[in-house]
């Protein structure tokens, strides 16, 4: 190969690159032929020639080539917290009022589920008011009386009931509120409330004991 590029340097004006690999790596390139330097085995040019000669660098066939790899350091994004929105003390307050009735509404309707009767004394509130009436479609205090303890399976006289009955002091839901020395009856359906046939304008609704007068209580029970 050394033969072929010395035939050919004439014609490309001395420059030649050759590459061997018999016992390792040679790189030549054009130098000016003035400077070479046989004894070093590797040639420079002068600061003077105008001729070229070849600079031949050699290297081991074990020779390896590393590039130095860049430390790529990360970081993490910011864990963002999600804030809490804070009630108002006036939220809170209407919050705490409208679970305090709702609370005591769901006493009234537990303490009537306790009974049948109460239960039923319920289905009857908002139908009309009607003097001498005993059924949903018009009855007066005394006929609705007997109208819910009918449906529950017992017979009382339909005016005076309570005189069939015992009196009580500790009034359960279902019990009769004899009222105003037996001008009026109800229901009681417990916490202070009773079910009862008002009149023509008001008709079958829920109301306290106290709010009609003075009252007494009797009962089935044993």
């Not at 000016?32 to 330097?37: S, T, W």
């Not at 050699?58 to 590393?66: E, H, L």
């Not at 809490?84 to 809170?92: D, G, M, N, P, V």
């Not at 109208?147 to 005016?159: D, E, H, K, L, M």
């Amino acid at each position: 190969m050394s033969k072929a590029v010395s035939a050919n340097a004439g014609t490309v004006g001395r420059q030649a690159a050759v590459i061997a690999a018999a016992s390792g790596l040679i790189l030549s390139m054009g130098l000016p032929a003035n400077a070479a330097d046989s004894t070093a085995g590797v040639s420079a040019s002068t600061e003077s020639g105008s001729a070229q000669t070849a600079l031949a660098v050699t290297a081991a066939p074990t020779a390896t080539v590393s590039f130095e790899r860049p430390v790529i350091r990360t970081t993490p994004a910011p864990k963002v917290e999600r804030v809490r929105a804070q009630s108002t003390a006036s939220e809170t307050g209407a919050q705490g009022a409208t679970e305090a009735a709702a609370s005591k509404l769901a006493d009234t309707v537990s303490s009537a589920a306790a009974s049948g009767l109460a239960a039923l004394a319920y289905t009857g509130i908002g139908n009309p008011y009607l003097w001498g009436g005993t059924t949903p479609n018009g009855w007066d205090c005394s006929g609705f009386t007997q109208w819910v303890y009918a449906q529950a399976g017992i017979s009382i006289p339909r005016t005076n009931a309570w005189t069939a009955m015992r009196p009580t002091a500790t009034p359960a839901p279902g019990d009769l509120v004899m009222q105003n020395g037996g001008a009026h009856v109800g229901i009681y359906v417990g916490n202070g409330m009773m079910i009862s046939a008002l009149n023509p304008s008001q008709g079958t609704l829920l109301h306290s004991v106290a709010s009609t007068g003075s009252g007494s209580f009797f009962t089935l029970a044993p």
